[in-house]
């Protein structure tokens, strides 16, 4: 069946000498991944590996026979040009990362409007502006939404988080708890729009730590999610 669909580079790996393996999120169908032979070498076709980069929004024709096999990709185009997210440094990190945690937790092949749409948005505010010190964490934040483990906030006025439980208690539970300092931060985390991502100052190393908790979050959440290993760039990058 050949089908148009946005679609989200979400990684690329080197297939033999001359291919690569292209893993996108569609618009249509969830999860796909592609097997683009001698794009590495091509100069005159219509796929380029330009095309390809981190968190890249498509627009593809593909043909999807859907048995569980590599797709093929018969035309591209891009539908939004990024202006600064793959020539700014942090933002670059930003993309590599975010990139990383797409990887390791979306798996479904299986269309998901809400999901595909919160991406495409985000993508797009990173692209536009440049206080983004704190988008990795809110992105995160409101991720957890579409994976249905969002922190329940009933009872946010509590001591403890139970990263087990998804919630709040009075005292720590015999599961992994945030509290203190780091708690504060979390919370002030919940609800926040990319708009609002400033009015959280965070010293690199407190940033560091609530990034490490939501690793540690997502991990306990999502079967066979990773550390992704650009943390240590980004590390850097908001030193």
């Known amino acids: 069946m050949i089908v148009t669909t946005k679609a989200i580079v979400i990684s690329t790996i080197k297939y033999g000498d001359t291919g690569v393996i292209v893993k996108c999120f569609t618009a249509s169908d969830g999860i796909k ?7 590495l070498k091509s100069k005159k076709g219509k796929l380029k590996i330009a095309y390809f980069q981190p968190l890249m929004q498509l627009e593809i024709v593909a043909s999807h026979k859907n048995k569980g096999s590599l797709e093929y990709i018969k035309d591209v185009k891009t539908v939004y040009p990024y202006t600064s997210i793959h020539t700014q440094i942090a933002k670059s990190a930003i993309v590599l990362f975010l990139s990383e ?8 092949e299986e269309k998901n409007d809400a999901l595909f749409e919160f991406i495409e948005n985000a993508l797009q505010w990173l692209d536009i502006h440049d206080e983004i010190a704190n988008f990795h964490l ?3 934040t409101n991720l957890t939404k579409y994976f249905g483990f969002y922190p329940e906030t009933e009872d946010i006025h509590k001591d403890y ?3 087990q439980e998804g919630q709040f208690f009075d005292q720590s ?3 992994q708890c945030i509290t203190g ?7 002030r985390l919940l609800g926040i729009k990319f708009d609002e991502q400033n009015t959280i100052m965070l010293s690199s190393y407190r940033r560091n730590e609530i990034l490490a908790i939501f690793i540690q979050y997502f991990k306990l959440h ?4 990773r550390q992704p290993k650009s943390m240590e760039v980004l590390h850097e990058v908001f030193k």
């Open 33 to 39: 991944s592609y097997l683009l032979r001698g794009i």
């Open 101 to 108: 945690i797409l990887n390791y937790s979306i798996q479904e």
């Open 138 to 140: 809110v992105f995160l």
């Open 161 to 163: 988080f139970d990263l």
């Open 173 to 175: 539970t015999m599961n």
């Open 181 to 187: 300092e780091n708690l504060t931060y979390f919370k």
């Open 222 to 225: 999502l079967q066979g999610f």
